[in-house]
């Protein structure tokens, strides 16, 4: 696990501090869809498997002295997988994003909100962990937030990765009556909103935190490495691609205008960056600073 303090940005009145949740390896030609390998492959080499190695950020967002709000962004993969599966996602279930909070000094119980962009189990997978031979809430004071069509998609197991919608990630919350459901883009708590992004799955949402400063979006399966901003680079998990690509050009023309920092849930090297304008499209840069 790494002992370097993470990365933390100061938006004004809020800071933003990026944990793990986690890594994985997913197939690479799933991950870039119609892009043939002689191209991802330069950027992104696949293992003997043609899996490529990712990340499962997540953010935790804090209002320094002034409420005793902690909201957190993303779970990540979480720990409750057989062995079988760990080896075909090449998990490791101690590396997920309790531990990670804990080497970071934060209990969950003090966490008040959880959100995240969508119920796949990379995503979804930390809501829940095993106690005492039962799965429970990992947060068990906070409210789960999440778009009403999106969860009940994942109750009808929607679309064509079926699988990645696991029960045991949904029904320890409502046991706990913990579930949040919005619609569309309703404020979460103060400086934090969804904003729709379908395509990926038809409930995505991405995460907006605004600070007095600056504004910071959770992208989350919309364009999950920065290796996917190109127009065409679109996930073969997308239930909608040209709906998918819609929402990205949208976000990205929105935060190169206001100058506003990207989160990417699956990026190893830079996950967080600042979108430019590029000819007609986009392209992505490391932010100048951290707080």
């Not at 994003?97 to 909100?113: E, Q, Y």
Request: charge should be negative.
């Amino acid at each position: 696990m790494n002992v370097n303090p993470p990365p933390r940005y100061d938006l004004g009145g809020c800071t933003v501090t990026l944990l793990s949740g986690g890594r994985l390896r997913l197939d690479g030609g799933a991950m870039f869809g119609l892009v043939p390998k002689a191209l991802w492959a330069r950027a992104c080499p696949a293992d003997e498997h043609n899996r490529i190695p990712l990340a499962c950020n997540c953010l935790l967002v804090e209002w320094p002295g002034e409420n005793d709000r902690r909201v957190l962004i993303e779970t990540g993969h979480g720990p409750k997988y057989s062995e079988k599966e760990q080896r075909i996602y090449a998990l490791d279930p101690h590396d997920w994003v309790l531990p990670h909070l804990h080497a970071a000094g934060i209990d969950p119980a003090t966490i008040t909100d959880v959100v995240v962009t969508h119920l796949h189990f990379d995503h979804a997978g930390g809501l829940t962990h095993p106690v005492d031979g039962q799965v429970r809430p990992t947060f068990p004071r906070a409210r789960v937030h999440v778009q009403r069509y999106e969860l009940a998609d994942a109750r009808r197991k929607f679309g064509v990765m079926t699988a990645t919608y696991r029960e045991e990630n949904l029904h320890p919350l409502d046991a706990a009556d913990a579930w949040h459901l919005l619609d569309g883009e309703t404020e979460i708590v103060p400086g934090v909103r969804p904003r729709l992004t379908p395509g990926h799955t038809r409930g995505h949402h991405s995460i907006v935190v605004s600070g007095r400063d600056r504004t910071l979006v959770y992208g989350g399966d919309l364009l999950p490495t920065r290796h996917h901003v190109g127009a065409a680079y679109n996930m073969s998990y997308d239930l909608y691609p040209l709906e998918n690509r819609a929402s990205k050009q949208r976000l990205l023309a929105w935060l190169a205008a206001c100058d506003g920092l990207l989160a990417l849930d699956h990026e190893i090297d830079t996950p967080v960056v600042t979108v430019r304008p590029d000819g007609d499209w986009f392209r992505l840069e490391p932010p100048a600073t951290t707080a």
